[in-house]
Nanobody
Framework: QVQLVESGGGLVQAGGSLRLSCAAS????????MGWFRQGSGKEREFVGV????????AYADSVKGRFTISRDNAKNMVFLQMNSLKPEDTAVYYC?????????????WGQGTQVTVSS
């Protein structure tokens, strides 16, 4: 079992930056891929990016590539989403999620989400 808690959301002007954090419980954090997803009002949840357990591989949605960066600190059971050059269309609730590829291809563990609002 993994429990996830996001933090760091808020209101920012377009062009600004925010750094989201996700704290994870458990002793095998490095065994989990960590993903970031977002859901805007009235929209479907969408993939933002993922980082492998080792931290050596990341992948991003085209909409955020070059602006967002995912990193992790396995010693502290933390994953981060650095968001730069924010746009109003980045406004959404952001969720971190975990999956253990030895068990499932699905992200089975989710945080409660943190709101990011980008004003124009």
């Amino acid at each position: 079992q993994v429990q996830l808690v996001e933090s760091g959301g808020g209101l920012v002007q377009a062009g600004g930056s925010l750094r989201l954090s996700c704290a994870a419980s458990g002793r095998t954090f490095s065994s989990y891929d960590m993903g970031w997803f977002r859901q805007g009002s009235g929209k479907e949840r969408e993939f933002v990016g993922v980082i492998r357990g080792s931290g050596t591989y990341t992948a991003y949605a085209d909409s955020v590539k070059g602006r967002f960066t995912i990193s992790r600190d396995n010693a502290k059971n933390m994953v981060f989403l650095q968001m730069n050059s924010l746009k109003p269309e980045d406004t959404a609730v952001y969720y971190c999620a975990a999956r253990n590829l030895y068990v499932s291809n699905n992200f089975d563990y989710w945080g409660q989400g943190t709101q990011v609002t980008v004003s124009s």
